[in-house]
T-cell receptor, first 115, second 109 residues
Framework: SAVISQKPSRDICQRGTSLTIQCQVDSQVTMMFWYRQQPGQSLTLIATANQGSEATYESGFVIDKFPISRPNLTFSTLTVSNMSPEDSSIYLC????????????FGPGTRLTVT | GQNIDQPTEMTATEGAIVQINCTYQTSGFNGLFWYQQHAGEAPTFLSYNVLDGLEEKGRFSSFLSRSKGYSYLLLKELQMKDSASYLCAVVDSNYQLIWGAGTKLIIKP
């Protein structure tokens, strides 16, 4: 299994500002994902971070609002831009395992509060 | 559309057995996962089923019936530390993970 770290673990930000969340994996992985989990709800996939090309965004999420970088196979960043209180959520990085089951492993998450 | 249904919340007693059901309607099927998520923590992998039948792993077992679009997670000899949310997720025909809303399991002494 992969060990995943995220920074920051939590932050309180003002409306209109941006926050960049970092995700570091202890081994090279092909698939990296960014999820959002709002209080009491399940996971919503924001995008798949592709190494060497643009991220693939899910319906309802756009690059201008959630720019993603993936400079190599162990690191990715997600920026939440021009934040509003509706962006208050937990943001989770995950990686897809190699193997037939392809289970995902999750980072500890970043708890974001926008005031 | 794609849909996964799980009960919102369940309560069980320490030492007992509980079954958490998951029904799904997805475009294609390439497997079903169960994850455990303690409050304030990230989800952790519990089980994966792709063929019909029961997969046992210690106190936890997971069952799948593809024809019925149905799975359940069975937890035996419940412990207080099993209090958590349990998420069902299905891999669709595009190998995308479709997540259920999760079942919050409350264990009482």
């Amino acid at each position: 299994s992969a060990v995943i770290s995220q920074k920051p673990s939590r932050d309180i930000c003002q409306r209109g500002t941006s926050l960049t969340i970092q995700c570091q994996v202890d081994s090279q992985v092909t698939m990296m994902f960014w999820y959002r989990q709002q209080p009491g709800q399940s996971l919503t996939l924001i995008a798949t971070a592709n190494q060497g090309s643009e991220a693939t965004y899910e319906s309802g999420f756009v690059i201008d609002k959630f720019p993603i970088s993936r400079p190599n196979l162990t690191f990715s960043t997600l920026t939440v831009s021009n934040m509003s209180p509706e962006d208050s959520s937990i943001y989770l990085c995950s990686v897809g395992a190699q193997g037939p089951q392809n289970e995902q492993y999750f980072g500890p998450g970043t708890r974001l509060t926008v005031t | 559309g794609q849909n996964i249904d799980q009960p919102t919340e369940m309560t069980a007693t320490e030492g007992a057995i509980v079954q958490i059901n998951c029904t799904y309607q997805t475009s294609g099927f390439n497997g079903l996962f169960w994850y455990q998520q303690h409050a304030g923590e990230a989800p952790t992998f519990l089980s994966y089923n792709v063929l019909d039948g029961l997969e046992e792993k210690g106190r936890f077992s997971s069952f799948l019936s593809r024809s019925k679009g149905y799975s359940y997670l069975l937890l035996k000899e419940l412990q207080m530390k099993d209090s958590a949310s349990y998420l069902c997720a299905v891999v669709d025909s595009n190998y995308q993970l479709i997540w259920g809303a999760g079942t919050k399991l409350i264990i009482k002494p």
